[in-house]
């Protein structure tokens, strides 16, 4: 086995069992290995740290997969024991939906493996070098583990560039996924297209914020006899309109820039048999549009913000907390006394910090008095891993107006 050896000092966030080894942390590599092969770590006075997948072309060097150099890594034994622990972890979300995350990268000792079950067929994302090598015999693990139908691959991110990877979409596995896969959320039906949808087709990190916003709007129908007025923004296939709707909201206003997503919601609230006269969909750009509905004098009981990633990179935070601040800052303008700000980011450049010190300065701005009253993140079919805090990506904050 080829020795990939670290710099001196390099190798304390490996003692802490941080998952990743930066190019810049390599003082040599003893041979010429392969992309995704196996390499043992070494610390510069030779102590061996564990066994990673080295990747040629990434700023990650190696992603780990353990930190014990006599496991046999390499054994098809060793990523199918991970794939059914992974697998069972899950199995309690199947009592709310179908539709769950059943491997996280990192989190599930799989760096860089992202698979999602809608109903039974599952969507792969291989977004490093190590996986990727050993990408059939992780479809057929996984077919086995899930009893899935079949396994289609999204690998088509940038993140595969940036691996020195090309990008492929198509079945790896079983049979060929339906164009539109029927889930069920807490209630509410969503139709799924894995082929063109964003990510693997639907966000699924963000159910228990989705589950929130329907409790709120529940809620304030039983308290004030009425439904709420609500504005979803960057609203893509209705997940926060939808989930709104079932708690028994008045009207919701979705906007969003893409016809072909909107097309797909207005179907979704067809699904649910939700009054059309209620839901308006509206086709803009969200920055433009909340300007002109602030111009207009327009308010609603709540606001949900959840846009795409502002922040690619660190390179790219200045430009992304600038937007951030101003649609939080529109935002907050058109609320009503009393009424709830649901906000996000899932740009993991942004931390937690971040972005709560982008929204506190948007609440100055607007002149408003705000309390936080929740923080939302991904499901526990997202796990956090305790030493990889990267993998925090998704943060949110549910603000209600106090004045």
């Not at 390599?26 to 770590?41: D, F, I, K, L």
């Not at 179908?98 to 698979?115: H, I, K, M, Q, S």
């Not at 069920?184 to 894995?194: A, C, L, M, Q, S």
Request: glycine residues 10%.
């Amino acid at each position: 086995m080829i020795d990939v050896v670290l710099k001196k000092g390099k190798e304390r966030s490996l003692l802490r069992r941080h998952p990743w080894v930066y190019d810049t942390a390599v003082q040599r590599v003893g041979g010429a290995p392969a992309s995704g092969e196996t390499v043992r770590v070494l610390a510069f006075d030779g102590r061996p740290l564990g066994l990673g997948a080295f990747s040629p072309a990434s700023s990650i060097r190696v992603r780990m997969w353990c930190f014990d150099c006599s496991v046999d890594v390499d054994d098809p034994l060793f990523l199918r024991r991970r794939i059914e622990a992974a697998v069972e972890a899950r199995e309690a979300l199947l009592t709310r939906t179908n539709a769950r995350r059943l491997v996280f990268g990192e989190a599930d000792g799989l760096p860089g493996l992202v698979v999602d079950d809608y109903d039974g067929w599952l969507v792969t994302q291989f977004q490093a070098a190590g996986v990727e090598r050993r990408r059939d015999e992780i479809a057929a693990a996984l077919m086995q583990a899930a009893g899935a139908r079949g396994v289609f691959d999204r690998s088509d991110a940038a993140t595969r560039t940036r691996e020195g990877l090309q990008t492929r979409v198509g079945v790896l596995a079983g049979d060929e996924p339906p164009q539109l896969i029927d889930i069920v959320e807490d209630g509410v039906r969503y139709g799924v297209d894995v082929r063109r949808g964003h990510k693997t087709g639907f966000y699924i990190d963000q159910r228990e914020s989705r589950l929130a916003a329907q409790r709120i709007a529940a809620d304030f129908l039983e308290r004030t006899g009425r439904g709420l007025r609500a504005l979803n923004c960057f609203c893509y296939t209705g997940g926060f309109s939808l989930a709104l709707m079932k708690g028994g909201a008045q009207e919701v206003v979705s906007v969003d820039s893409s016809a072909e997503a909107l097309a797909r919601a207005r179907a979704n609230a067809a699904m649910n048999g939700f009054d059309d006269e209620r839901m308006r969909w509206v086709e803009d750009d969200v920055f433009g549009f909340l300007r002109r509905m602030r111009d207009a004098g327009e308010s609603f009981d709540l606001v949900v913000l959840d846009p795409p990633k502002f922040a690619s990179s660190h390179y790219h935070v200045e430009r992304a907390a600038r937007a951030y601040k101003d649609i939080n800052l529109n935002g907050l303008r058109l609320l009503r006394l009393g009424g709830r700000l649901l906000t996000f980011s899932c740009s993991g450049a942004i931390d937690v910090d971040l972005f709560q010190k982008i929204v506190a300065g948007a609440v100055f701005d607007a002149g408003r008095t705000a309390w936080a009253v929740e923080r939302f993140g991904a499901g526990s079919d997202h796990p956090l891993l305790m030493t990889c805090p990267e993998g925090e990506y998704l943060k949110g904050l549910d603000l209600l107006m106090r004045d």
